[in-house]
């Protein structure tokens, strides 16, 4: 990090460099810094552990989506293994399947998800968010989330995508209280300030901004009801907690 290897000044401070990935909008989808922004916002809320992040401008006041590089040395991360992540960080890794359901992000695959370890994780780093809500397809964003109002959105059936990692395997659904409760306390205020700026920053359009709001209010707090009506795609939950999701 630090440029010089020079010592910390004596009030502490030294000046030092972070590496960052800059994500811009490609062809395919306009809408990529934006679902970046809104969702990265919202998992940091809740407590995952997403890379800090920041809207940044080049030169040519190009916008792009900058995330702290965790993989400084540039090795090569291999995919996780979800059953170890399961095994080993039940609670984080319902706390990343009850958020990609909020978000509706049906891309959350092996690949865009980094763990410490591959057969014992301590840590897990949560990314890759654009093609969650308004999604990759060009003016079809509006269309998705009213499609998915009320569906998990983590099947890979509805409008593409893949199956969410960890549907299959996660067991414990007495684990879900802890998050659910997170995603409802998430302020309203919180939600329109996230969206007011990519409306006036990212280009997302105010029939967007607008259906980007009501869907993640009606989400945080129907969660749960969309989880009970969709208990048959949890297959390896075979005991529900009584009242919670009966």
């Not at 630090?2 to 000046?15: I, K, M, T, W, Y």
């Not at 059953?83 to 909020?102: K, M, Q, S, Y």
């Not at 998430?186 to 329109?192: A, L, Q, R």
């Not at 009506?229 to 907690?241: A, H």
Request: hydrophobic share 35%; proline share 5%; net charge negative.
């Amino acid at each position: 990090m630090n440029q010089l290897g020079d010592s910390p000044s004596v009030d502490g401070r030294v000046l030092g460099y972070a590496q960052t990935w800059h994500r811009a909008n490609p062809d395919y989808n306009n809408r990529c810094i934006a679902n970046e922004y809104i969702s990265g916002r919202i998992g940091i809320f809740l407590g995952l552990p997403i890379p800090p992040f920041a809207i940044t401008h080049d030169k040519d006041e190009n916008v792009y989506f900058s995330s702290l590089d965790f993989n400084f040395n540039r090795a090569i991360l291999p995919p996780i293994v979800p059953d170890r992540c399961v095994a080993c960080l039940p609670e984080l890794c319902t706390g990343i399947l009850l958020f990609d359901i909020l978000i509706a992000n049906e891309d959350r695959h092996e690949a865009n998800l980094v763990t410490d370890s591959v057969s014992s994780p301590k840590f897990i780093h949560v990314y890759d968010h654009d093609q969650a809500l308004l999604s990759g397809r060009n003016s079809e964003g509006v269309r998705r989330l009213k499609t998915l109002w009320d569906h998990l959105g983590i099947t890979g059936g509805s409008m593409g995508g893949n199956r969410h990692v960890f549907l299959d395997l996660l067991s414990n659904a007495g684990l879900f209280s802890l998050w659910e409760e997170r995603i409802d306390s998430i302020p309203n205020w919180f939600i329109d300030e996230a969206c007011d700026y990519a409306e006036s920053e990212l280009d997302v359009t105010p029939e967007e901004s607008k259906t980007l709001k009501a869907f993640l209010k009606h989400r945080k707090v129907r969660i749960s009801d969309i989880i009970k009506s969709n208990r048959d795609e949890f297959k390896g939950i075979t005991n529900w907690p009584t009242g919670l999701f009966q």
